[in-house]
């Protein structure tokens, strides 16, 4: 079920009556994505459940902010389609941003669907990161709506709170996989089945995908 965060207290009840439900819904899930796991996936398909979302669009950045250096764009997209295969209100846009950004990716994205409601979706830690000084033009993305899933040890309380200080309003959602990560994954290779679709694990071993030797491990 879907929680709104507000400067003042909303019920869940309440929520039909602050959020109502009408069509031309866009969600744009943004990431590395490296790789896609059920996570994600499980995150995606309520956005589209909970939020009444017409559709969500996977977008992969080729080079992410921070010191994040992940495998090769075109096998990250890849897994993304092979994830997404069976889902159709379910896609992928692929932009040549080499890194996604507020003054630049946004104006493409409201160029792109100029009639219709945005809807960004954010982990919870990605969520509480976002300030003014390290997100130029950051007034220009709040003005769409913001979904945040919870994540790990941040609840819908931190999520709120962060909320307030920005001085928006966001749908929190919470998460069957709080715990699901894609760094995980990246260090267990050989367990990657545990978390991300049988397919994307075989695609992951056919192309030797974040293997490691048996002393990195130590």
């Known amino acids: ?115 219709m409601e945005l809807y960004f979706i954010f982990g919870a830690d990605v969520f509480l990161k976002m300030n003014i000084k390290s997100w130029p033009k950051l007034d220009k993305l709040l003005k769409h709506y913001i979904v945040v899933i919870e994540r790990n040890e941040l609840t819908e309380w931190h999520i709120t709170e962060h909320a307030i200080t920005l001085g928006i309003v966001t749908a929190i959602l919470p998460s069957q996989h709080l715990h699901h990560s894609s760094t995980d994954v990246r260090m267990q290779p050989r367990n990657s089945i545990l978390w991300v679709p049988k397919k994307i694990a075989d695609y992951i071993e056919l192309n030797n995908l974040y293997e490691f030797s048996d002393s990195d491990s130590m």
């Open 1 to 115: 079920m879907v929680t709104m965060s507000v400067q003042c207290a909303i019920t869940k009840q309440n929520v039909a009556k602050v959020l109502p439900r009408v069509s031309n819904r866009i969600g744009i899930f943004a990431g590395s994505f490296d790789p896609i796991h059920e996570g994600h996936i499980e995150t995606s398909l309520s956005c589209v459940r909970e939020l009444g979302l017409e559709q969500l669009f996977f977008m992969v950045e080729q080079n992410p902010w921070g010191d994040k250096s992940p495998v090769g764009i075109s096998y990250r997209r890849k897994m993304v389609d092979i994830a997404i295969s069976n889902f159709p209100q379910l896609g992928q846009l692929e932009l040549d941003d080499h890194r996604f950004s507020i003054d630049k990716t946004l104006i493409k994205l409201e160029n792109k669907f100029p009639s």
